[in-house]
């Protein structure tokens, strides 16, 4: 049987690329690391781990991600553009459209999917956010890792968490996490254990390691000794250090000389003009961000010192990027406002030294300027790369899209057109392999959108604009850049080439409808999220993701996902009274919206009971004193019934409730709820 198992593995696979022959990969990916932050690319966090992986590999000065966390991390798995995968925005809304739905399709196929079908043992630790948000509440798993081709997986489906104590999902199971963990550790120790045990296990077989890190996305956690490190050095405050980078990224030749440094931010004032115990407040925040991305960069250490254990170093392709460029998001909701990386803040770095981690770029996370879409690039495999390139810099750009194409590419795999009977749109990523021995990938247009934010690039020209929230995309903010020339975007010379601006932007055009980018979406994120709340999870299609119970002390009773059929859907909530208790709010299903004033709605559900039986529907305000704006007595029996609330009026604006209160139910009594809609009425 093992001499048939060999024979099967040289038929499937060219003498080149036999099973113990192609390499590892492992995909290591930070969350809202800065361009400038690692040592490597001029940062003075200590990442001596990742310095040598750069020293002993090549780096890329200009590479690509999407953006935005969900976008990119879309287009790094499936080797495509976030819209053909379904995530033309986040997986914290379906916005409507297929390019927009939140939640990775069926029409791309994973690098682990790809891989798998290739005979690579497929494992995943940390960070996966392409599931609508939605689904994961209600542990609808279709599109979670181990559905998308991982052989084994650890991490949070979600995005960011407290790092002390987030929900932790194992495969498709979840759990709190113990006592004494800390996320970032975790990943780094999952990965040396799926490592250990796959080559202890499998030791002919190649291994695809994903490891997405959630590190140094806020909230600012981090661990005591790892900040003592750092308490001193960011007092020196944000401009100088940011000249300090500046220098440092010259010397490296990260930028070629005459590149100039952008200017501080408007936002964001000179350090010399605050407080003392502002600039102990901010050089703390910096000091706990430089020490999660040196916890990252000391996993990342143990999981090089476990491949070189295991002997298969030299025979593994290791890829580290960030997902999106420094973030200057406003983030403060922890219990505690004390700035010390305590698992009850939850605080964010702020804009400040996000403009030092967009060194020497413009913008942020969010924006497709450099800052928002430039990343390191680190690509380390002393089997595979040249010596002479080593600790050299690949002077092409590249996009995240060609992470898969050289996933591929180096396990001599075949990229689909079909995959589980599902259509497969066609790669759009490009081989990085080329890069490999010195040579050109010939990378060709790339594009970008985010929240109406657009570019592209073509060859040394960049096409970019920014458009801001609740505001129309306007042709007139393009801007045209000589990146070869202006690396840091700042000599505007679209006036000079007008007909180069209005030909690029024909290509964007040509290319948007082509992945369904329009209508192009100005709407904030809390906007989209109110607008999406009014989608009610009503036939139940994410089982009961989105919908809160609650349960008093004095009733016994439970909430469930029915899958009978009993109504006009395949599911349905099944409510069961054990035990009444309160009559008022004993039991209760609970969906939450916001609504604007003026505006006029309807409730509509159906219902069905095993006997007669009565339950109170009400729409109410999300307050101490719930002003009821609807408040209906239901009865229902074992004849399926549809009920539709009256028209009512909202009169202000904020958070309202859908509430179904089940206290007059008797004991035994059960009732199924389905097609719960929220309908607006026009006059």
């Avoid at 200590?46 to 590479?63: E, V, W």
């Avoid at 089982?543 to 439970?558: F, P, R, S, V």
């Avoid at 409730?603 to 729409?619: E, L, Y």
């Amino acid at each position: 049987m093992k001499s048939i198992g060999i024979f099967i593995a040289v038929c499937l696979f060219p003498l080149s690329v036999a099973a113990q022959q192609r390499p590892n990969i492992v995909l290591i990916l930070a969350d809202d690391m800065g361009y400038s932050d690692l040592s490597s690319y001029g940062g003075e966090v200590s990442t001596p781990h990742l310095d040598k992986l750069a020293s002993g590999g090549i780096r890329y000065k200009q590479f690509y991600n999407a953006a935005r966390c969900c976008p990119t991390r879309a287009s790094l798995m499936t080797g495509v553009y976030p819209h053909q995968a379904g995530m033309g925005w986040m997986a914290a809304a379906d916005l409507g459209t297929p390019p927009y739905q939140g939640n990775l399709n069926n029409h791309c196929v994973t690098i682990a999917e790809v891989l798998k079908s290739a005979g690579y043992g497929t494992y995943m630790a940390g960070k996966w956010h392409l599931t609508n948000e939605r689904k994961i509440d209600g542990m609808v798993t279709d599109s979670w890792p181990k559905q998308r081709g991982f052989d084994r997986y650890f991490g949070i489906i979600p995005g960011g968490s407290n790092y002390f104590t987030p929900v932790i999902y194992s495969n498709n199971d979840r759990y709190p996490a113990p006592a004494g963990f800390y996320l970032t550790n975790a990943i780094s120790d999952t990965t040396v254990h799926y490592i250990d045990r796959h080559f202890a296990q499998r030791k002919n077989t190649p291994m695809f390691m994903y490891v997405a890190y959630t590190a140094p996305h806020w909230p600012l956690h981090a661990l005591q000794k790892e900040i003592d490190k750092y308490k001193k050095r960011y007092l020196a405050g944000w401009d100088k250090i940011r000249q300090e980078r500046f220098e440092r990224q010259m010397k490296l030749g990260v930028i070629p000389k005459g590149t100039l440094l952008s200017p501080r931010d408007q936002q964001v004032e000179s350090w010399e003009s605050l407080s003392e115990e502002k600039r102990n407040e901010m050089a703390m925040r910096m000091a706990i961000y430089a020490a999660q991305i040196d916890i990252m960069d000391q996993g990342i250490g143990r999981i090089v010192a476990k491949l070189k254990e295991k002997e298969q170093l030299d025979n593994t392709l290791i890829l580290f990027l960030s997902d999106n460029g420094a973030c200057a998001e406003f983030i403060s909701s922890g219990q505690s406002k004390v700035v010390n990386g305590k698992e009850d803040t939850f605080e964010s770095y702020r804009m400040p030294w996000a403009n030092v981690g967009s060194t020497p770029f413009r913008e942020y996370k969010h924006y497709t300027h450099e800052g928002g879409i430039a990343t390191p690039l680190i690509a380390h495999w002393p089997a595979g790369i040249e010596r002479e390139f080593n600790n050299t810099f690949v002077k092409e750009y590249g996009h995240v899209s060609d992470i898969m194409a050289t996933c591929v590419d180096v396990a001599g795999a075949t990229y689909p057109a079909r995959y589980k009977g599902n259509a497969i749109t066609p790669l759009e990523g490009k081989s990085l392999v080329p890069h490999f021995t010195g040579h050109s990938n010939n990378r060709g247009v790339v594009y970008w959108e985010h929240e109406a934010n657009i570019a592209m690039r073509d060859g040394k020209w960049k096409l970019v604009a920014s458009t801001p929230e609740d505001k129309g995309f306007s042709k007139e903010s393009l801007e045209l850049f000589d990146m070869e020339a202006d690396p840091s975007e700042m000599k505007n010379l679209a006036s000079k080439y007008p007909d180069r601006v209005n030909a690029m932007y024909d290509n964007w055009l040509t290319w948007a409808n082509k992945i369904g980018a329009f209508p192009l979406d100005t709407r904030g994120y809390g906007k989209r999220m109110e607008v999406y709340r009014r989608t009610v999870n009503g036939s139940f299609d994410d089982n009961l993701g989105g919908w809160n119970i609650k349960q008093n002390n004095t009733a016994e009773g439970m909430v469930m996902l029915d899958t009978t059929g009993q109504l006009t859907g395949r599911n349905a909530a099944k409510v069961t009274m054990l035990k009444p208790g309160d009559k008022s709010n004993g039991l209760v299903m609970i969906w939450n919206v916001k609504l604007g004033q003026g505006q006029t709605y309807q409730v509509k559900f159906r219902s069905k009971a095993t006997r007669s039986t009565t339950f109170i529907m009400r729409m109410e305000m999300q307050n101490s004193k719930g002003e009821k704006l609807v408040d209906e007595e239901i009865t229902t029996s074992n004849h399926a019934i549809s009920s539709a609330s009256r028209d009512f009026e909202i009169p202000k604006n904020g958070a309202y409730q859908i509430a179904f209160y089940f206290g007059k139910l008797r004991t035994g009594d059960v009732v199924w709820i389905d097609d719960v809609e929220l309908v607006p009425v026009t006059k």
